[in-house]
T-cell receptor
Framework: SAVISQKPSRDICQRGTSLTIQCQVD?????MFWYRQQPGQSLTLIAT?????????ESGFVIDKFPISRPNLTFSTLTVSNMSPEDSSIYLC???????????FGSGTQLSVL | QKEVEQDPGPLSVPEGAIVSLNCTYS??????FMWYRQYSRKGPELLMYTYSSGNKEDGRFTAQVDKSSKYISLFIRDSQPSDSATYLC????????FGKGTRLHILP
């Protein structure tokens, strides 16, 4: 399994500001995924980040709100822009395992927007 | 009908009991099935992975898949207080869909 480091682990932010979440993996991976986990809800895929190309966003998520960077095969960032209280959630970075079957997660970022 | 249904609980059982956690799904194209355990303020941890109908055992954990009924289960034997967590089912083919998770409390 991959070791995934995510930071910050939690943050409290003011409405209208932006937060960038970092994800570092201990091995090179082709695809990295960003999920949102809202209270009482399923994990929801925000976007898939491929190195060297634009991220692919799921329905309901847009690049202006959640810009993603993927500068190399071990690192990615997700920015939550112009935050509102509705953005309060856990944000999770994940990668597929060696045979592209099993999904592994970072420890998550607990975001609270006031 | 949602693609994946999972009772959110909470489910409280005494220590040592057998725990049964379940999910139903509607998409017959799902090929592989997973169970994750998530402790408070942590990311989900993969517990079990299977891609066929039947049972798969790993220590105190057994994953069961019934593709004909579109029903999967996770059994925990000799449950411990440390098993208290939220358990998420997940399944998919080219995209992974998660259940909402069941909160489990093991009472000492």
């Amino acid at each position: 399994s991959a070791v995934i480091s995510q930071k910050p682990s939690r943050d409290i932010c003011q409405r209208g500001t932006s937060l960038t979440i970092q994800c570092q993996v201990d091995s090179q991976v082709t695809m990295m995924f960003w999920y949102r986990q809202q209270p009482g809800q399923s994990l929801t895929l925000i976007a898939t980040a491929n190195q060297g190309s634009e991220a692919t966003y799921e329905s309901g998520f847009v690049i202006d709100k959640f810009p993603i960077s993927r500068p190399n095969l071990t690192f990615s960032t997700l920015t939550v822009s112009n935050m509102s209280p509705e953005d309060s959630s856990i944000y999770l970075c994940s990668v597929l395992g060696q045979y592209n079957e099993k999904l592994f997660f970072g420890s998550g970022t607990q975001l609270s927007v006031l | 009908q949602k693609e994946v249904e999972q009772d959110p609980g909470p489910l409280s059982v005494p220590e040592g009991a057998i725990v049964s956690l379940n999910c139903t799904y509607s998409n017959s194209a799902f090929q592989y099935f997973m169970w994750y355990r998530q402790y408070s303020r942590k990311g989900p941890e993969l517990l079990m992975y299977t891609y066929s109908s039947g049972n798969k055992e790993d220590g105190r954990f057994t994953a069961q898949v019934d593709k004909s009924s579109k029903y999967i289960s996770l059994f925990i034997r000799d449950s411990q207080p440390s098993d208290s967590a939220t358990y998420l089912c997940a399944m998919g083919d080219d995209k992974i869909i998660f259940g909402k998770g069941t909160r489990l409390h093991i009472l000492p």
